[in-house]
């Protein structure tokens, strides 16, 4: 019996003449969806597996299918004749692009048995001479399929070897995936024997001294396994010394290592090849000098068979000297080797004269944790699942282990520094001007972390966020906050009603919340008004809607801060907050000043349709009814169609008033934000809005007031009174009221997690609007009441924690790029697929 072995993934080129019994093989050992026939893929093509020409067509279907297979990891094994060096040439390639080895397997069988085969087919038709020009195809192909780059060829001779030959699959040498640690990633130590020794007794390692006293392994007592990622030598003060112990360990089961460049550029000098002396490896030469000629072979031994990358833990993590983009791992082929010894790099140069390296890490969206080292950093640093450990220990930083699965750092600092590098460990800061923005801030895929949570902004709602800040929002440097979306009450199951201000008063509840505001929801847009007594910083103040967009524009604009400004200045504000300038949360009213397209093209040409065609019909049935036509329940149905139809259109007029300029268009605050040097989102409710009291009486023609109850919500008395308020406020038309907690903007809970910054909960006659004219219909209000909430409350919280920090860095007089990256992710966060009805 003959063995044939195998990689686990491999494109397999089937060779051998017409009735060589390559099918008949292919079915023998392989899957069916394994076996890519050209016969077949001819059939596909040209309805016909014999028509020769259309064999080109044929061999393209077939490198593409070959191709979305291997791309996919999966073993793909191509049955043709493979006879001719360009046939397999265009399989050498597709290998070659998936970065997987090809393997060839030879049937030579004689040409009478070939012969034989071939004439008890009745659907090949080719005459003798054909075979034998095969034949001779096939005597050539012996010599020239390694050279031409099969890294395996299995030759099987006669029928009877053919017929014993078994398939034995094996892993690729990176895959250990059966190795499930937990491990103590390693990186970079560049003959750094002591602090090697220090980090591993650290991480709990009991070293092993040979009789000299010098270190030639480590063992864990908890059976953990040690794994280098490479550039063991150069530069240090002992490479050999570090050598022997990391050699020592992987001898003994207790470690296993990756190659780096350092130990690639070593192995060459080695075998004698002509290498620079440089970075670092002329040291490592002359420490080897000292050492017996045995050890330096063993040392070019070791090297020589250490593997590009592992694949450990059932896939789940990756370590490479240099990284490993996703589509490379498990992968073999010289394009994966170069890139997890040097990475990849953008052809220039920095101004040290070093490579600049391409940030694959940046673009990395791998499930598998990628540990690499090669590229000394400061500290080391997580990048969309990532993490580079080399921390510069040769260079006067630290050396660094990462424990896994526990994702726990382990770092040791240098004894000195032993070499010094081309390009700073920590370089320099650049100081950017204050007032400069970088588009590298705020594009691609970015986590953030504040003072009051973190989160992750998706390349996707970045670029949409950009498309808005660069085509329509006002100056990044007068926009400095921008308001949260607000998540509505939980569903109510109060008949008739979707939200109910029971459910809010739950909510605030649930959450350890014992006093609230009711303030009255105003039917207007949102509107932030940055207003400055004189023009300085901000250049006058802006006002902006919610998603950073000028309000009105110029001169509009312009004229509403004036009466702002003077409406501060009126009610003395300047002076009692010590300020120069204020943030205002406001609304804005009518609706219609700002949202009249809005009004015509989404609300009222639904309700126009509905007031003609409803009493039409309605007429109709009359007349039909007047012919003793069973219509009775038909015209009910379209009589309480005609009445929402009418209640739907009162809905929407309610909030549509006639403006000219400012005039009929007034301001309703609600909330001073913030000052100079002071963010006052930790001042209660009550003081906000008695701020917002005073700017109305000193211009009560321009400012609406912002009616309120507080409510205590362990006083049943108090909350049956608001829910009474809000009753009759819906009920003559109002939108509903939004319950904040008194405590103010930045109130937490009990258990320190931050709170909604308001729920809104709307009137019954309001959300028609929102959710067309029969909503109240029983079918359609059960429907409603299985609507989702978390992802909406998710991203109000993400929101308002971002604008809490952007208010902090504002009071701060933190530079701009910072206060601007956290209004950014607000408006990125806008693109969050939520039903924007909620």
Known sequence: MTVLDIPELALVALV?????????FARR?????????????????????????????????????????????????????????????????????????????VLDVPETVAWERTEARADRTHGRQVLTRMRRDLRQS???????????????????????????????????????????????????????????????????????????????????????????????????????????????GHAICVPGNHEQKLLRKLRGRDVRLTHGLAETMEQLAAEPPEFVAEVETFIDGLVSHFVLDGGRLVVAHAGLKEAYHGRTSGRVRSFALYGETTGETDEYGLPVRYPWARDYRGSAMVVYGHTPTPEPEWVNNTICLDTGCVFGGKLTALRYPEKELVAVPAVKEWYAPARPLVPPTPVRPDTVLD??????????????????????????????????????????????????????????????PAEAFADYRAAGVDR????????????????E??????????????????????????????????????????????????????????????????????????GAAGRAALPAVL??????????????????????????????????????????????????????????GTSYADRDHGWHLALADRLCAADPEFFTPTRRLVVELADEAAVAAATDWWLELTGSGGEGMVVKPYAGPAARSPKGSLLQPGIKCRGREYLRIIYGPGYTGAGQLAALRRRSLGRKRGLALREHGLGLAALDALAEDAPLWRRHELVFAILACESEPVDPRL
């Open 516 to 531: 609230v505001v009711c303030e009255e929801k105003h039917m207007g847009s949102r509107a932030v008004v940055l207003v």
């Open 29 to 105: 050992h392989f899957a069916p969806s394994q076996v890519l026939s050209s016969d077949t893929f001819r059939g596909l093509v040209a309805d016909d597996e014999n028509d020769q020409s259309a064999s080109a067509d044929a061999f393209d279907a077939l490198h593409h299918v070959a191709g979305i297979r291997l791309r996919r990891g999966r073993l793909t094994v191509v049955d043709a004749t493979n006879l001719q060096p360009h046939a397999r040439a265009g399989l050498i390639r597709v290998a070659r692009e998936h970065d997987v080895l090809p393997v060839a397997i």
């Open 619 to 676: 007429a109709t049935l009359d007349a039909a009814a007047g012919r003793g036509l069973p219509v009775a329940e038909l015209h009910a149905r379209t009589a309480e169609r005609a009445a929402e139809v009418t209640a739907y259109s009162g809905a929407y007029r309610a909030y549509v008033g006639r403006t000219d300029g400012l005039r009929g268009v007034t301001l309703a605050p609600f909330a001073v934000l913030a000052g100079a």
């Open 533 to 606: 007594r004189e023009p300085g910083r901000f250049g006058g103040g802006a006002v902006h809607t919610r998603t950073g967009r000028p309000f009105f524009g110029p001169p509009l604009d312009d004229e509403l801060l004036a009466r702002v400004r003077a409406a501060v200045t009126t009610a003395g504000l300047w002076a009692e907050l010590d300020t120069d300038w204020l943030l205002l949360d406001a609304e804005l009213l009518p609706w219609s000043a700002k949202a009249g397209g809005l009004i015509r093209e989404q609300y009222a040409g639904v």
């Open 142 to 252: 012996y010599g020239r399929l390694a050279r031409e780059g099969f890294r395996k060829v299995h030759v099987l001779r006669g029928v009877e070897e053919i017929d014993a030959a078994e398939i034995r699959f094996e892993r690729l040498f990176n895959d250990r995936r059966e190795l499930t640690g937990p491990f103590d990633v390693i990186g970079d130590v560049h003959g750094c024997r002591t602090e090697l020794e220090t980090l591993l007794s650290r991480l709990g390692y009991v070293l092993r001294h040979d009789d000299a006293g010098r270190p030639v392994d480590a063992a864990h007592p908890s059976g953990r396994t040690a794994v280098f990622v490479g550039d063991l030598v150069d530069r240090g003060p002992d490479s050999p010394g570090v050598l022997r112990l990391v050699m020592g360990m992987v001898s003994a």
């Open 16 to 24: 051998g003449v017409s009735g060589s019994g390559k099918s008949t």
């Open 439 to 500: 588009l590298a801030d705020v594009t691609g895929r970015r986590h953030l972390t504040h003072a009051y949570g973190s989160l992750t902004v998706p390349a996707e709602n970045a670029a949409a966020a950009l498309e808005v800040m660069s085509r329509y929002a006002v100056d990044p440097g007068r926009l400095v906050w921008l308001p949260p979306t607000m998540a509505p009450c939980s569903t109510s199951t109060v008949e008739g009603f979707l939200e109910h």
